[in-house]
């Protein structure tokens, strides 16, 4: 899961980071909408084909599980980029709009949220030994693409007209700044502290959801429906909490400031009871009987990340939205940075789990509690492991070098091509614009090739669930 989430926020950092600098100056709206559709379905698609691939993989095929392992991190790059770009777009279409609107769109994402895990724990236990159902609820999800496409073309038509009322362009080809240095330094003069907040915010929730709560649900002793599918079901009763609490602050007209900062400490106090949770698992094993009873208490707990999450969520962009100190021809582009930096807060937080999870929160290290605090005994089951299971450093450094002569290649390639298709732009403008995508592409796929890499070299070390408080 670490891998999955980190290459997804990875795709969702540059894809809003590349949309505000080139996409909100030079394309529409709908073209925009058309595009992150595509790949929203693309991305359906192929995680039914991981799915399978996957179920497949659990005959002793190592080439399907390699290859379904590579097609999911590919899932993970669009279904990033198109939650990246699709957010800003929303939100920023819906500044002329009553303020209910935005209340209506927090809702929408916290019932996605809380729906489509209850929908997936459902469905996977249909033919469990196949994975038949959980293949089935990938592809059943494209019906909602056109159904995405229609809210879209409705909100803009709105937006469209109140903003004529107003005297504000906001036609479906209406242009903002691009993203440049000076108009992003100019976002954070007016609006940096809602900004930095937006990053925090979103840092302590994904430290708490993709690394405390995963290390907290990870093998159940019971196989029932709450103990097989505790990260999804826990995760359902957080986005319940960002449902209501982005659904009831959305749609106050003017929040107050209040709703920014004092939700993100409160999520600071969640994120430090998560941390222990994590490493001492004194909840689930001391105060219930049962993992399941644990596990629904867990839940619960989740759903207050939620409220504090989304309460501050909508207070920011409600705050984007009505502070005058930013004009509106910086609103869309504001979003575009608060998104991009809280995505650096989401990537930071993923790029923790993975070290807490191969470090302190490992299942290499028994955690044990006396007067001055936490002390972390290492084992020595790495050492143990048999060489030619070992970290094969040639092939990666080997792999590394083809990549970087690939990407100095097409540095050079890429610019002609730009100047061919795009005849408006710049010589400079070209250069600039292929060095960030050639590299960024490069670093992507060398990414998901590493993972992969390591994925056969390096076997992931399956965690012994055990209290040691209780031996």
Known sequence: MPYYGLIQLISCMLASGLHARFGVA???FLSRTKFILLLQGLSYALLAAATALSWYAVGG????????????LIAAVTSGGSQGIGEVLVVSRCYHLPPATLGAWGIGTGVSGLVAPVVYAWSKSLYPSTGVGT???MLSLNVLIPIFYFAFMYVDQHNTDLGAAKGHETTSHARSDPLTLASAGECMRTAGAGVLNFGAVYFLEYLITQSFLDRSTLHPHGH????SNAYALSYAGYNLGVALSRGVVGMMPSPPIALIWIPTLLQLANCVFWAAESSLHSVRYEWFVTDTAGFEFYGCCMMVVGLMGGTSYSACYAYFRDTPTVPDRLREVLVNVSYGVSSLGMLLSSLSAIILSKTILSESFFAFTNFFGTVYITMSAVAAAPASLGFHAPGL???TIIFAVLGVVFTFVAPILFAKETPKITKGESIRLSILLVWLTTICMWMFW????MHQMVPLMNPIRKNPLLE
């Not at 095929?61 to 999911?72: M, P, Y």
Request: charged residues 5%.
């Open 397 to 399: 450094i080997t792999g």
């Open 26 to 28: 030079n394309f529409s």
């Open 135 to 137: 293949v089935f609820f």
């Open 224 to 227: 029932g429906l709450v103990d």
């Open 61 to 72: 095929s190592h080439t399907a599980s390699t290859l379904g392992f590579g097609i999911s």
């Open 450 to 453: 590493a993972f992969v890499y």
